[in-house]
């Protein structure tokens, strides 16, 4: 059965300090693996890796792949509590058929004090 | 450009009781597909719906049912509401055949 873990499952940092969340997965026919934060509602989307090695950077988020060990670590510097949220990891994977899904990780809640 | 929109924004219904859950997609988008997040829990894959055709469905009872339509807008069913059925349902939307699935707000679904 397809599986996806996050771990931590919480975090408490303060202000400044850096964070690594780790989500590490075991499916079949993968396509790609996807990192989205989620304040309230609505996932909302940081990052898509499908080549190991090729670290992506948004500001202070950054996300590395890497497809041998099957895992994937965001990493957040300079945390801020705006980055308060939990964090989301999900792996697409592909049917023989062509159709595709996501599993999901339970999620890091990342709490940031001030 | 309107992103993903859901409706309605919470509801309460009660144990056996049916309720349909709204979608609409974000523009350009033709494949929609609808999770359930029960609380602390990441989203659960209940099915996808693309050219108004179930086209994969994840460990969900047939008590949960889906219809897409010709505007690409997608209704969620749930029949027979048992208290675990409680949980925030995303509906996402994406382009057949790319990786990027965008989010709605979710409906918050209570059941007493």
């Known amino acids: 059965e397809d599986k996806v873990v996050q771990s931590p499952l919480s975090l408490v940092v303060h202000e400044g300090d850096t964070v690594t969340l780790n989500c590490s997965y075991e499916?079949?026919?993968?396509?790609?693996l996807l990192w989205y934060k989620q304040e309230k509602k609505a996932p909302t989307f940081l990052f898509m890796l499908?080549?190991?090695?090729i670290e992506k950077k948004s500001g202070r988020l950054s996300s590395i792949l890497d497809k041998k060990e099957l895992f994937s670590i965001l990493n957040i510097t300079a945390t801020q509590t705006g980055d308060s949220a939990v964090y989301l990891c999900?792996?697409?994977?592909?049917?023989?058929?062509?159709?595709?899904?996501?599993?999901f990780g339970t999620g890091t809640r990342l709490k940031v004090l001030a | 450009d309107a992103g993903v929109t859901q409706s309605p924004t919470h509801l309460i219904k009660t144990r056996g009781q049916q309720v349909t859950l709204r979608c609409s997609p974000k523009s350009g988008h033709d494949t929609v597909s609808w999770y359930q997040q029960a609380l602390g829990q990441g989203p659960q894959f209940i099915f996808q719906y693309y050219e108004e055709e179930e086209r994969q469905r994840g460990n969900f009872p047939d008590r949960f049912s889906g219809h897409q339509f010709p505007n690409y807008s997608s209704e969620l069913n749930v029949n027979a509401l048992l208290l675990g059925d409680s949980a925030l349902y995303l509906c996402?939307?994406?382009?057949?055949?790319?990786?990027?699935?965008?989010f709605g707000p979710g409906t918050r679904l209570t059941v007493t």
């Open positions: 996402a939307s994406s382009t057949r055949g790319l990786n990027e699935q965008y």
């Open positions: 999900a792996v697409e994977v592909i049917s023989t058929s062509g159709t595709y899904k996501y599993i």
């Open positions: 499908t080549s190991s090695g």
């Open positions: 499916v079949t026919n993968f396509r790609s």
